[in-house]
């Protein structure tokens, strides 16, 4: 009855404007806390996981389905990449554009695709590099070519937060190190996830769990494997995981079955696999997302200055909401 109550309620604060399904509660604490107060009503017990913090929401609309300290703040170390790779290809019209890798790429550790100074690459490779093998060179080289230096490419990548309604986010560097205390939080990320995940080429990318890269010439070749051992299983199509010492363990999941899909993000995980999953199963288990009609009242606004009825009838139109089973 509990479930019931919570779901006809939901249904008609939508029909009130509250949270129509173009209005989502990526960056509207509206109606972020709507869905919090609506998360309450419906989802007992929640599932158990070492992460500090996770957020479940509705790939399409944003709604918030299920979460724990979705605000709380630390470092979301390499799904900073997804920052990255969204500023180069908003900032290149051509992703086949070959660039010279800068020196400051070869010489970032830990993890590489093995790039050195010189080496003719396409922006197109150099983000494959970034996403799927989550090379650390490749986002240094990336943020170079792109802004200058790394300084201004930061600058871009705050910007299009504050743009994206990132209110928990700093960002110090392109990659995700824990240099200068950059900050995010899970319900920002899944933000970012949203929009990384409706680029067509970003979408692509980080659904891809190995590939071949060369340099401009064809002479060298890089071998990428992807980094998210959950590519592929229980409906995952995307998109990125994390790693550093202050930050723990991250990761951000696109999980799609059925008419159902949901962006998963969590921080501070001491088994982000082990967690991506038991959130994963969670989701499938106890959300699904129904379709329902909105009646729209219609008028003719020929009528106006005449004696006949401005009244010409109701639309209902057709939208999805993701409720509890």
Not at 3 to 24: D, E, H, K, S
Not at 47 to 65: E, F, K, N, R
Not at 276 to 293: D, E, I, Q
């Amino acid at each position: 009855m509990k479930r019931f109550f919570a779901n006809t309620i939901t249904v008609c604060a939508l029909c009130l404007g509250i949270g129509l399904p173009w209005t989502t509660s990526f960056a509207n604490p509206v109606v972020e806390q709507w869905d919090s107060w609506l998360l309450g009503q419906t989802v007992t017990p929640k599932p158990q996981v070492s992460a500090q913090s996770y957020i479940i929401t509705d790939a399409h609309s944003g709604q918030i389905l299920l979460g724990q300290q979705i605000h709380l703040q630390r470092n979301c170390a390499s799904l900073t990449k997804l920052m990255t790779a969204l500023i180069v290809v908003e900032n290149h019209t051509n992703l086949d554009e070959v660039v010279s890798v800068p020196p400051e790429a070869p010489a970032v550790d830990p993890k590489k695709m093995g790039l050195r100074t010189g080496d003719h690459m396409t922006l197109r490779s150099l983000i494959k590099g970034a996403l799927i093998e989550s090379a650390n060179d490749a986002a240094m080289a990336l943020a170079i070519t792109t802004g200058g230096d790394k300084t201004t490419f930061v600058n871009l990548m705050n910007q299009k937060a504050k743009v994206l309604g990132m209110l928990d986010t700093h960002f110090t560097n392109p990659i995700g190190f824990d240099d200068d205390s950059p900050v995010s939080s899970a319900q920002d990320i899944a933000t970012l996830s949203f929009y990384v995940m409706r680029n067509p080429v970003l979408h692509d990318i980080v659904g891809t769990s190995s590939a071949q890269v060369t340099n401009a010439d064809g002479t060298y070749h890089f071998l990428l494997k992807t980094t998210n051992d959950l590519l592929g299983q229980n409906g995952t199509i995307g998109i990125k995981t994390g790693s550093t010492p202050e930050a723990g363990e991250t990761l951000a999941l696109d999980v799609r079955r059925d008419n159902l899909e949901v962006i998963i993000v969590l921080f501070g995980s001491l088994d982000r696999f082990a967690d991506g999953r038991t959130l994963t199963t969670y989701a499938l288990n106890h959300f699904v997302t129904k379709t329902f009609a909105l009646p729209v009242p219609q008028f003719n606004p020929a009528n106006l200055f005449s004696a006949k009825s401005l009244w010409a009838g109701l639309k209902w139109l057709p939208f999805s909401l993701t409720v509890a089973k």
